[in-house]
Structure formats: C-alpha cells, structure tokens
C-alpha cells in the first residue's frame, strides 16, 4: 500500500499533467514545440506530388440547378421586410453564470495554501509528535484541494475540450542544405495563399531542430489538395501538391521537413508526413498528446 | 407557377425518328444501368446520416451558414435512402451558397453555387427522407408508380419555395417521374410528416 506522501506525490504529478494538458489545448504555443525535431511516432507520410492530383467530378443538386429560374422567383416572393423585431434579451447560457463561481474557487484554494504554506514554515522543526498529526491535517487538506481543483478542470474540459473543429496546424522543420530558401507558402483549396518568409534567425532556428509553424486554421473536413511552394534563388515558382483529408472536430498536423530537399526535385523532395492531434483530459487525470 | 423540369419528359414529339429515339433510349438505359452499378457500390443512407459532416463543413466556411436546401444526388431507394445527398447552405453575411454533397459519410463534392440563393433556412426539426418519402407513398406515389411505370426521380426539403400559403412551412418535395405521363409531386409537411397536397406537372 503507497504511503500518504507517495500518494501526494501522485497527486501532484498527476495534477501537474492536468495542466500540462491544459496548456496543450493552446494552439500555438504548443503545436510548435510538440512537433518535435524528431519524425512523431505513428505519422503518416504523405506525398508532395509533381502535378495537382485530378478528382472525381460528382453533379450536385441538379434539379435546383435545372430550374433556378422557378427558384429565383419564388424566392423573390418570399423576401419581406420585418415590420416588428422583439429587443429582448437573449438568455444566457447558465454554465457561463457559474464560471465566477469557479473562478471564486480557485481564488478562495489559493489563499488556503497560502496559509498553509505560512504555517508550514512556521514549523520546519517538529519537537513533538502532535506536529505530525497536524502536518497530516494539512496534507488531507491539500488532497481536499487538488481534487477540487481536478473537478473545476473537468468542468473546463468539458465545456471547451468538445469544441474543437475540424482545423490544420502546419509545421516547417529542417533545412535544406543545398540551397538557401527565403519562403514557405501555402495555397489552400478555396485558393486563399499564405507566403511565410523565413528569417535568418528562423532559418538557424530550422537547421538546429526547431519547427516553424506557418498555418493554423479551420478547414472543411474533407478531402483537399494543398499546393506548398518554397521561395529563393533555386526554387523559384516551384511548387508540389498535398492530398489531406482533415477528420471532422480534429487537430490535423501537416509537417513538412525541408532538409532532404534538392534543387533538382525540387518542392517534390519535401517530406511530409501528418498526424493528429490528440490532447485531453481523462478521468484518470492522466494525459496524452498523439502521436 | 414557372414549369418544373422534373428529369423526364411527359410527351415526346411525334414523328422525330423512332429510331433515334430508340437509340438514345438504349443510350440512357445503359448509362442508367451503368450509374445503378457504380451507386450500388456505396451504401444508400437516409438525408440525415450526413447533416453533421455538412454542417461541420459549413461552419467552417461561414459561421453563419444555415441548411437551406437539400436534394438526392443519386437515386433515391425504397426506404428514402440514397447514396449521395446534396445539402446547400447560406451565408447572410456572405450573401453567398455553398453545396456539399456527401456520399459513405465523407463530403465529395464542396463548391459554391453560382447563382445567387438567400432562401430562408429550413427549421431543425425536419423529418428524415425516409418518413416522408412513407408518407407520399401511401398518399399518391404507390398508385402513380404502378399506374404509370413511375420513379421516384428527386426528393428536396426546402421552406417556402413550393408552399405559397404557408412561406415558413419546412417541406418536403417528393417527384415521381413518368416516361408515360406528367409527373407527380408530393408535398409532405417536414415537421408532422403529413402530407399537404399533390400535383401533377
């Protein structure tokens, strides 16, 4: 059986990998330094491809399209003008009532081991038993509050953690080194374009291990054909095509490790690889970030 | 009421080549044939089993996209399942459409609708494809079917577009198609599953 102190211990750490979790949930912050220098276990390679990969063409809604003009007028019928509008208020959602609530808590937990802490200096030296026994009220006490503490995260969890939607994170590592490169960029399905220049600090950055993030957003979960294209003296106008199918309500990481590029391949040399991001809290208190 | 282009013809004329029109009509039987085959190869869901996926997509593309039409994309079973389905929603602030059509749970089809469609968003209450194309059937459909050699040609849920008395009523519109007569549609009210009325067109 674990003695109290381990216990505590386990506690702790177990509290500290809440928070840990917690922070994972913020996006920026945390994509970068998660993705690592080394390949992520479990990632799959995606190819950078030559030329945009063709798809299937699917009609859609042909009887709307085969009598828009039916559709058009009837909708210019219904169209009216609002003669009254309600100015009530909205009523608010109850769970935002009770945050202050939370918030209070966590305020009041605070100033509770503030005090305790107070006393624990008060008492570095135990001259007789009775110390003990107050030292162990005072660990129960601490136990009390971690688990208050666990079940105000898990109220945040289950508020926040649910709503995450379908978006892509995509990260940059390595550097080539057969020729300098001055900028990523990325042009997504809908044709909106994102050009990263990389600095002299960033481009150090990526060839000692650090991960550059260029894109964080929400995407369509389906699947999408992304045109990377990188920028500088060799590569200029050279671009290759990723083929992703972001999941519905789930991070998907795209990283794209510059260093085996060449010039001769071109943006075809960049190896990709994807992943998702899996960050939560569990019952347990454990958590886990995939892969 | 401007005419509806249902899928099928009601009269052919007569005397414009027999044989053109028999061999445009084994054309199209093999085409049907040829697409029943490839549509087989997915399972046929009801317009619901999708909503959740168009409706991830749309909050994506617009926070205030709302469902404002939805059509089969492919033909339409027994039960009013469907391999593919067409779900349109619109964007007030974008003043703009967007089609995504669905087929196995996954969107194949994402694009924006080129004519312009402020159609009011129908209510969230909808009854499922399968209740209403019931509700027709028993109605009118069964009948015209067996009578005319009948399909059941297109399903749509839409509000206001084909219920003038009642503008904010969610309907559904169910088209059965002849190669022998006019077709028949089926309008079933998509909150209480009833049906509202039946014309021929």
New interface residues.
Partial sequence: MPSRLERHRGSALRYCALAAAALALLPAASLAGRAGAAAPAGATEVKVERVRPRRESLPTLRFLKDNRAFFRARLDQLRETPLERRGGAAAIDPRFLAYPGLRDGIAAAGDSVAGLDEARRAHELFARINDLGRLEAQLDLLEHLLAEQDARLGVLQHDFTGLQRTALAIVVSGYPRAAEVSSVSITLEDGAAIAVPISAEQRDALRRGGVLQIFHGLVEPRSQVLEVGLGGGPWAADSGFVTLEPPRDRLTLLRLDLSPVQPAAGATGILASTWLQDAELRGSGSSRTGP | ???????LDAACAPGVGRALGGFAAALALGALLAAGALAREHAALAARAGL??AA??A???ASDAALV?L?N?EDVDEQGAAP?W?Y?YFSPSLQKAR???LRDG??????D?E??????PVAAGWIDSGAALAAAEERAGRAFRREHEGRVS?M?LTR???QVGD?DATTWTI?YTSPRTASLFVMVDAARGTVLRTWRG
């Fill in positions: 009421m401007t005419r509806l282009r249902a899928g959740e996926s991830a997509a909050q994506v593309w039409y059509e994309d593919r067409g349109l089609a995504y059509s996954a969107i194949v089809v994402a694009e609708l004519m312009k469609f402020e159609a009011p297109t749509l206001g577009t084909f503008p088209i």
